[in-house]
C-alpha cells in the first residue's frame, strides 16, 4: 500500500467520504487512490474557492468535514477566501494539498511555495507530512481538528513522495473531544443579570445558539424575563420559519446598528461577539453598543448553547412555551422588482426544509422579517465577508443537504468570482435554484464610499460599475450546462422560481434589478 491510498483509507476510516478537488501534477497519486479504494465522493471544481467554498457548504448542512484536494501552494493560495469564509463560519474542512517531493523541495522549483505560511492564516491545525508510513496517521489527526468543537479548519500537506511511496499505514478514527459545556457561574451570572437588570439584550450567534433546539430554549427565557434578542449580524446557519423564532438580526449599516443597539445596558452573549462594525469608518466608532453596556459571557463559541439555554431557563423558573405563529405564507406579489416582492416570492415559493444560500448583498437587507412566515427552512450567510461566497457554498449545501431545495440569492459582482461553480452544479445535476441580483453594478461599494466619506467621481464611479459590456447571465449559465432565463417582473420571477422548483436540476434566474 502506498502513501496515497493509506490516506484515502484514514479518511474514510474518520466518516470522511466526499472528497472536493482540483488537483495537479503532485496530486496525481490521491486521485489513483480514488479509483482503487471505493466509498470516496468526488466532486471537481474549475477553481479552487470553488472547492473550499463547497466545502464550507457541505460542512453547515452536512455536519461533518469533507476533504478538499488543491495542487501545491498556489492552488491552496487561490482557495484562501473560500477559506477564510469558512474559518469564520466555524466549518470543518480537512485540506490535503499537494506539494514538491520531499528531495526536489531544496531545488526551488517554480511550483515551490511556503504552503504551511499560506496554510496558517486560515487553519486551526497545520502539518506536513514527512514519510508515507505517517501520511494515514496524520490524516486521522486532521480529521479530529476538523470535527472539534465548534468546527475547525485543518489543512495536512503531503510532499507527492510521501503518497507514491510504499508503506502506507491505514489509521483508525481519533475520537473528537466533547463540546465543552458553560461554567455554572457563567449561568448563575446571565440569570442574576435577567432578573435584576434593565433593558438587557440577548445576542446570538456560532454553531449551536440559532439552531430549533436552541430557539425553543431562548424563547422560554425572554417569555419569562422580558428581555430583547437578536442575532449577529452574518451567521453560518439559521434554522428559520414556521415554528422558528421571528429573530431579527444586528444591522450592518453602523447607522442602523448603533441605533438599533443604543438602548441596551447589558448584553448576554450566547455564541456570539459583541457587536463591532465590518469596518472602521471615520466619524463612526468600532463599537456598536453603548460603550457603558456591561458585557456577560453566557457561552463562547465553541460551548453547547443548547445545555446552557435550557439550564438558564431552569435556573429562572421560565415555563415551557410554544412559539408564536408567524403567521400566513404571503401572496405572490406583482409589479416591479422590489427587495419586499423578492422576500415574498420566496416565502410564498420555497419548499419545505429549503436551503437558503444568502450572498444578496444589499439587496437581501431588507430579506428576513419577510420570510419568517416561510416554511421551515436554514438559512446560511457569509460570516468573512470574502465575496464569490454563494454559488460554491450552493454546490457544498446541496450535496451535504442529500436533496434538500438549495435556493441562492446571488449579488451579480459577488458571483462572477466564482461563476465556475455552475459548471459543478450541473455536472452534478444538483437541487439549485439560483437567482443572480442583477443591477449591474457593484451597489455595496457604492454606499460605502458614502461611510468612508469619499467623493466618487466619473472614473471612480466607472470602477464600481458591471456594464459596457453588460454581462449576460443566460449565455454564462447556458454555457456551463445550467439552464437559465431572465425575470424583469415579479411575476415573472415567481413563475421561473415554481418551474425551476420541480426539476432535480439547477436553474437560473437573471433578475433584474
Not at 482503487?36 to 453547515?60: F, H, I, K
Not at 459577488?414 to 450541473?426: E, H, I, K, N, R
Request: charged letters at 20%.
Amino acid at each position: 500500500m502506498n502513501g496515497a491510498e493509506s490516506l484515502v483509507h484514514s479518511l474514510l476510516k474518520s466518516g470522511v467520504d466526499v472528497c472536493f478537488a482540483n488537483p495537479g501534477t503532485s496530486e496525481m497519486h490521491f486521485v489513483a487512490a480514488l479509483d482503487r479504494v471505493p466509498g470516496m465522493r468526488c466532486v471537481l471544481g474549475l477553481q479552487e474557492n470553488v472547492v473550499t467554498g463547497a466545502a464550507d457548504g457541505y460542512w453547515r448542512t452536512a455536519g461533518k468535514p469533507a476533504v478538499t484536494l488543491l495542487h501545491c501552494g498556489p492552488g491552496l493560495a487561490n482557495g484562501l477566501a473560500g477559506l477564510h469564509d469558512a474559518r469564520r463560519a466555524h466549518s470543518g474542512i480537512v485540506n490535503c494539498v499537494g506539494d514538491q517531493a520531499t528531495y526536489h523541495r531544496p531545488l526551488d522549483a517554480p511550483l515551490t511555495a511556503d504552503t504551511e505560511g499560506f496554510a496558517r492564516g486560515v487553519s486551526a491545525w497545520t502539518r506536513t507530512s514527512a514519510k508515507a508510513s505517517e501520511i494515514g496517521a496524520d490524516v486521522a489527526v486532521a480529521v479530529q481538528a476538523a470535527k472539534t468543537s465548534p468546527g475547525q479548519v485543518a489543512t495536512l500537506i503531503c510532499p507527492s513522495d510521501t503518497c507514491w511511496d510504499d508503506g502506507g499505514v491505514v489509521a483508525e478514527a481519533l475520537p473528537v473531544p466533547a463540546t465543552p459545556q458553560a461554567e455554572a457561574h457563567a449561568i448563575r451570572n446571565a440569570a442574576k443579570v435577567l432578573r435584576e437588570k434593565k433593558n438587557v439584550l440577548i445576542l446570538l450567534g456560532g454553531p449551536t445558539a440559532l439552531t430549533e433546539a436552541a430557539q425553543l430554549q431562548a424563547q422560554r427565557v425572554i417569555a419569562h424575563t422580558g428581555a430583547h434578542i437578536l442575532a449577529e449580524t452574518s451567521n453560518a446557519k439559521i434554522a428559520r420559519g414556521q415554528g422558528r423564532m421571528q429573530l431579527d438580526r444586528v444591522p450592518y449599516p453602523p447607522d442602523a446598528a448603533i441605533a438599533r443597539l443604543k438602548d441596551y445596558e447589558q448584553i448576554i452573549l450566547v455564541g456570539s461577539k459583541a457587536p463591532v462594525g465590518f469596518f472602521g469608518y471615520p466619524n463612526y466608532p468600532s463599537l456598536h453598543y453603548p460603550p457603558k453596556a456591561e458585557i456577560t459571557v453566557l457561552t463562547r463559541q465553541e460551548q453547547d448553547a443548547v445545555t446552557a439555554l435550557t439550564a438558564l431557563a431552569e435556573e429562572l423558573g421560565a415555563p415551557k412555551v410554544a412559539m408564536p405563529d408567524n403567521g400566513p405564507k404571503p401572496e405572490l406579489p406583482r409589479g416591479a422588482p422590489s427587495p419586499e416582492g423578492l422576500a415574498r416570492v420566496i416565502a410564498a415559493l420555497m419548499p419545505e426544509d429549503s436551503i437558503i444560500v444568502d450572498e444578496s448583498v444589499t439587496y437581501g437587507r431588507g430579506l428576513s422579517p419577510l420570510t419568517h412566515c416561510a416554511p421551515k427552512h436554514d438559512w446560511l450567510q457569509n460570516r468573512g465577508g470574502a465575496i464569490g461566497y454563494g454559488f460554491p457554498v450552493a454546490v457544498g449545501a446541496a450535496i451535504g443537504g442529500g436533496g434538500r431545495r438549495v435556493i441562492a440569492l446571488q449579488a451579480d459582482g459577488s458571483g462572477m468570482y466564482t461563476v465556475q461553480a455552475l459548471w459543478t452544479q450541473a455536472r452534478e445535476k444538483l437541487p439549485i435554484t439560483t437567482i443572480v441580483l442583477s443591477n449591474r453594478k457593484y451597489q455595496i461599494l457604492i454606499g460605502e464610499y458614502q461611510n468612508v466619506g469619499a467623493n466618487p467621481g466619473p472614473t471612480a464611479m466607472q470602477m464600481l460599475d458591471l456594464g459596457n459590456p453588460d454581462i449576460d447571465w443566460v449565455k454564462l449559465a447556458n454555457g456551463m450546462g445550467v439552464g437559465a432565463a431572465t425575470a424583469s417582473t415579479l411575476e415573472e420571477l415567481a413563475d421561473l422560481v415554481s418551474q425551476s422548483l420541480s426539476q432535480d436540476a439547477p436553474f437560473l434566474i437573471e433578475f433584474l434589478i
